[in-house]
């Protein structure tokens, strides 16, 4: 069973940066499909962004242009790098498949965008 674990989150100023790391155990990582989601108050959890094994990208249209999605297939490794950060952007962060036949979730990473 893989397990995911998010980190690199906290509180940052609007048009702030954080990059978020997910470590994942096991080396079948590298032949997966993997995202990032996030679930802020009261809302559904979503995707933000998918990078295919190969490292094809997408994002959803609220963070185009601002986070950029990676891996480290060696490392076993995803990353969210996350620029201009603002208020919209608060919410708890989790990495997974990104597909609907997920792994188990980890604990996600809180991330705050405050002044």
């Known amino acids: 069973q893989v397990q995911l674990v998010e980190s690199g989150g906290g509180l940052v100023q609007p048009g702030g940066s954080l990059r978020l790391s997910c470590a994942t155990s096991?080396?079948?990582?590298?032949?997966?499909?993997m995202a990032w989601y996030r679930q802020a108050p009261g809302k559904q959890r979503e995707s933000v962004a998918t990078i295919t094994r190969g490292g094809s990208t997408n994002y959803a249209d609220s963070v185009k242009g601002r986070f950029t999605i990676s891996r480290d297939n060696v490392k076993n490794i995803l990353y969210l790098q996350m620029n201009s950060l603002n208020p919209e952007d608060t919410a708890v962060y989790y990495c997974?498949?990104?597909?609907?036949?997920?792994?188990?979730w980890g604990q996600g990473t809180q991330v705050t965008v405050s002044s």
């Open positions: 096991g080396s079948i990582f590298r032949i997966y499909a």
């Open positions: 997974n498949r990104a597909t609907t036949s997920y792994f188990s």
